[in-house]
Each structure stands twice: as C-alpha cells, then as structure tokens.
C-alpha cells in the first residue's frame, strides 16, 4: 500500500542512499589523508624565490645608480658647461640676480628644451628601445640640420662624442655599439640629445627617468653657469633647482 501523500512514481524511485532492507544508514563522511609536506622542496622553493629577489634588489639598485651618474655635473666634459649665450643675457642685464636667472632657465625649459633637445631625447629613447639604427642616423641627421648656430652645433656634438665615448666602454647593447660604429665611421655627428637618449636607453631607464634626467642635467649647467657670470651664491643657485622641481616634472608629462 502507498503511504498517505505519495504515488505509484514516487514508490518507484530509489529511496536515498543508504536505506538498506527498510532503514536509513547516516552517510559516513570520507576521509581523506593528509598529504605530506615535500619540506626539501619547499626549502628548494623558498631559496629559488629568495634568490629571485636578490637579482631584482641588484637591478633596481643598478637603474638607481645610472640616473645620478647620467646627469653628475662633470659628465660629460668635466666641470665646464656650454653656456647657450647667456652671456649675452648677462652682459645687457637681462639676467642679473637670482629671480631673473630662475625665470631665464624655466622658460628655456617651457618653451625651448620641450619642444627641441627634449624632444630629440625622447624619439632617440624610443628608437633605441626598438634597436632602430636607421631611425637613430636618420634623427641626427635631422638635428644636426636643426641647430643654425654653428657654436651651438658644433658644442652639441662635442657633449654628445664624448658622453657615447664613455658609456660605450661599460654598456654593452648593441644598439649603443652599432651606433658608435657609425660614428667611427663618420656616419653620424652624435649630437648630444641623441646620445643622452640612447645611453639612458641602453641603462635601463624608464622613458619618464630619462627625461627628468635629461632636464635636470640642462637645468643644473644652465644655472651653473648663470651663478658664476652673474656671479650669485651656490645656495641661490640651490634654490633655483629646488623651485625647478615641478616645471621639470610638467615638462616631462608634456
């Protein structure tokens, strides 16, 4: 007979695991066996992870060292420093003190390092990068046709020669080799933005690092040489650095 609430598809099913000759058994739970611990390979894990660490710590500890060493203030000519003519400014009083040295250097920065050696930096970076020698030969070609000034030029080159003879003889990318092949060769002036952007491609800089160096390094010969023709103390020369912190950061966000 059917219980009370059933039908004749419900008697037919199976009744649930575990009703056995008219009673339910409780289902016994499965237990499963701890798995053992490899220690000698977790030890093995942990020394490889440990290791891993180190060789970055190294890196970021070498990519640290290469900015500061990029822009030090005697490379790449030791302490002397084209001046770009501000002579001229000085001489006519232009710049004189420490407001109107500040105001000469940031707007060198705004309207003029932006839009030609910073931006020369930043398309030598990007084609280093790609290890594009052609695009290398061809931008300084172009910036060689750019600078009218035959000083300005011609010291161009100077900085940028020596700066590529120095780093040449530690860094070992071939794109920096290839390069200074071609200037041996007489295929290439090496102007000095090219150089900066190349060397700091070659050393592992980001594209923002480099930029920043490179600005920095402009700004720091510039108010070089404004604290010695003006003449003005080395600490408002340090003020004029400190108050140049952020416009060189806009600048290379632009």
């Known amino acids: 007979r059917l219980r009370h609430g059933t039908t004749k598809g419900d008697a037919a099913r199976p009744r649930a695991a575990g009703a056995i000759a ?61 001046s770009g003519g501000l002579e001229t400014f000085v001489q006519q009083r232009v710049v004189h003190d420490e407001a109107t040295l500040h105001e000469y250097v940031a707007v060198q920065l705004a309207q003029n390092w932006v839009y030609n050696d910073g931006a020369y930096a930043s398309l030598a970076f990007d084609a280093a990068t790609q290890n594009d020698l052609p695009a290398l030969l061809a931008l300084d070609e172009k910036i060689a046709a750019a600078k009218a000034p035959r000083e300005i030029r011609e010291a161009g080159f100077k900085l940028g020669v020596r700066l590529l003879k120095i780093f040449a003889r530690h860094e070992q ?82």
């Open 22 to 82: 008219g009673h339910e058994e409780a289902i016994r739970p499965i237990r499963m066996r701890p798995r053992r611990l490899d220690r000698r390979r977790l030890r093995a894990d942990r020394a490889a992870g440990d290791r891993r660490d180190r060789r970055g710590d190294r890196l970021r500890a070498r990519r640290l060292g290469a900015r500061p060493h990029l822009v030090y203030p005697t490379v790449p000519i030791g302490r002397f420093n084209p």
């Open 173 to 254: 990318a071939e794109i920096l080799q290839s390069f200074q092949a071609a200037l041996s060769a007489q295929q290439a002036k090496g102007a000095f933005p090219l150089a900066f952007g190349l060397v700091a491609a070659c050393m592992g800089l980001d594209k923002a690092q480099a930029l920043y160096a490179f600005y920095y390094n402009a700004a720091v010969g510039t108010v070089t040489n404004g604290v010695k023709l003006i003449p003005l103390s080395q600490m408002a020369g340090q003020d004029i650095l400190f108050a140049l912190r952020e416009p060189i950061a806009q600048a290379v966000a632009e």
